[in-house]
């Protein structure tokens, strides 16, 4: 089994909608991210948690809202979906550990079309 | 501002040969910079990381360079294979273990 999964892996939806996007890990890890991917404009970071008490805004997180229900849950909502949120969304985690390789480790993927 | 630039066009090379793609940032101080493989439909895996005080780093075929003073990370693969083929993205990782990526450069490896 994966060890970061996401779902669903493809979503269309209407302007207005809420929509949420559910990331799982079995990694153990303590830090979760959520970014969104668009041709040309690389990985930008959304949302990240360092565990389950912490979660702070990253460089686009307007329009966005998270929810961390466990070390292992990380939730992405759109409250209000609109066409310019059309994207490829990754989630990825990381271990806290001091003697780690601090590589981050990404879900397969969510692709979210919203008309 | 704070900026990450990869070559812009894509890299299109016969197999065997070495691809060289350019990583080169502004109005960073990166404790680490790392590369990430992206193919397509899937997430980003980590290949290799290089610290600020560290001037290269390999893994198998691959060859890492820092430069601090350039502000330029270079990354190599040599003897290159179709199944290298990929986008590569570098990534800088800030004091507060943020990463923030560069747009990617897409290789095409030629059998």
């Known amino acids: 089994d994966a060890d970061v999964t996401q779902t669903p892996r493809n979503r269309i939806t209407k302007t207005g909608k809420r929509i949420m996007l559910e990331c799982s890990q079995t990694?153990?890890?303590?830090?979760m991210y959520w970014y969104r991917q668009d041709p040309g404009l690389g990985l930008r970071l959304i949302y990240y948690s360092f565990d389950v008490k912490d979660i702070n805004k990253g460089e686009i997180s307007d329009g966005y809202s998270v929810s961390r229900q466990a070390q292992a849950k990380f939730s992405l909502s759109l409250e209000s979906a609109i066409p310019n949120q059309t994207a490829l969304y990754f989630c990825a985690t990381q271990s806290g550990a001091e003697s780690s390789y601090n590589e981050q480790f990404f879900g397969p993927g969510t692709r979210l079309t919203v008309l | 501002s704070q900026k990450i630039e990869q070559n812009s066009e894509a890299l299109n090379i016969q197999e065997g040969k070495t691809a060289t793609l350019t990583c080169n940032y502004t109005?960073?101080?990166?404790?680490?910079l790392q590369w990430y493989r992206q193919d397509p439909g899937r997430g980003p895996v980590f290949l290799l990381l290089?610290?600020?005080?560290?001037k290269e780093k390999r893994k198998e075929r691959l060859k890492v360079t820092f430069d601090t003073t350039l502000k330029q990370s270079l990354f190599h693969i040599t003897a290159s294979q179709p199944a290298d083929s990929a986008t590569y993205l570098c990534?800088?990782?800030?004091?507060?273990?943020?990463?923030?990526f560069g747009a990617g450069t897409t290789v095409t490896v030629r059998a």
């Open positions: 990534a800088l990782l800030s004091n507060d273990y943020k990463l923030s």
């Open positions: 109005n960073y101080s990166p404790a680490y």
């Open positions: 990694k153990g890890h303590d830090r």
């Open positions: 290089i610290r600020e005080n560290e």
